[in-house]
Nanobody, 125 residues
Framework: QVQLVESGGGLVQAGGSLNLSCVVSRRTFEDYAMAWFRQAPGKEREFVAVINNVHNTHYTDSVKGRFTISRANAKNTMYLQMTNLKSEDTAVYYC???????????????????WGQGTQVTVSS
């Protein structure tokens, strides 16, 4: 059983910053890739960022230079540092982890096996 719990969402003004966390219950957390996705009302779930088992990262174009994904393996926790937030960033943010292939930087929702419940990020304009 693998459980993920996101936290840190909330309301922030455009141009502001917000940090999200995801705590993962699995053993050998450090062996697997972790990713953030987001879903706005009426929209499909979209990829945001991924970090693999050796801390390589990849971001969707719309957040490059503004968001930073990281992980603290000793705490079984992944983070998403968001800066210069825009109204377009408003969504429910989900963390996810894959069941294998820890070195891969996958961007599809179907590439991930375990998901958190989501945390709401609202950016006011």
């Amino acid at each position: 059983q693998v459980q993920l719990v996101e936290s840190g969402g909330g309301l922030v003004q455009a141009g502001g910053s917000l940090n999200l966390s995801c705590v993962v219950s699995r053993r050998t957390f450090e062996d697997y890739a972790m990713a953030w996705f987001r879903q706005a009302p009426g929209k499909e779930r979209e990829f945001v960022a991924v970090i693999n088992n050796v801390h390589n990262t990849h971001y969707t174009d719309s957040v490059k230079g503004r968001f930073t994904i990281s992980r603290a393996n000793a705490k079984n926790t992944m983070y998403l540092q968001m800066t210069n937030l825009k109204s377009e960033d408003t969504a429910v943010y989900y963390c996810a982890t894959a069941g294998g292939g820890g070195w891969r930087l996958r961007v599809g929702p179907n590439d991930y096996d375990y998901w958190g419940q989501g945390t709401q990020v609202t950016v006011s304009s």
